[in-house]
């Protein structure tokens, strides 16, 4: 019984680093949990840097990491991929997602650059920033 305790406990911690949530279009693993106040909501300005591969077979295709510049949007309006809107909300500065997206969230059957049609996307995530929001909020 107290092996089965011990058991349970180290999962309960390990859970609380590494959490991940699952829906049938966008799966988020939180790979560097922060704690803050204040998250991403719909209609926030964030900036977010990312690297983006292909599920099948791990082909980067984009990286903000690599031009040194994180991507700035609006999260929650449609100018990014839906599995983006939807698995960026929730977010504190300074975590870490990473995001695998179904077609339906992503480019659906239609090529974009270098990502085939019906492709499921990984991207790893890091927001950076949001705009307009105090230091001492977040």
């Known amino acids: 019984m107290r092996f089965l305790t011990i058991s349970l406990t180290v999962l309960a911690t390990a859970a609380s680093y590494v959490s991940a949530v699952e829906h049938e279009e966008v799966s988020v693993k939180i790979t560097n949990p922060v704690e803050c106040d204040r998250k991403t909501q719909k209609g926030d300005q964030i900036e977010v840097h990312y690297r983006g591969t292909l599920a099948h077979d791990g082909t980067q295709f ?23 809107d939807e698995g960026l909300l929730g977010m504190c500065v300074g975590e870490k997602r990473l995001l695998t997206i179904k077609p339906e969230f992503g480019y659906g059957n239609q090529p974009m650059g270098p990502i085939p049609a019906g492709s499921t996307l990984i991207f790893e995530t890091e927001l950076m920033g949001i705009a307009g929001v105090p230091k001492d909020e977040l």
């Open 62 to 84: 984009d990286a903000s990491y690599d031009r040194g510049s994180p991507l700035s949007f609006t999260v929650g309006t449609g100018q990014v991929i839906k599995g983006w």
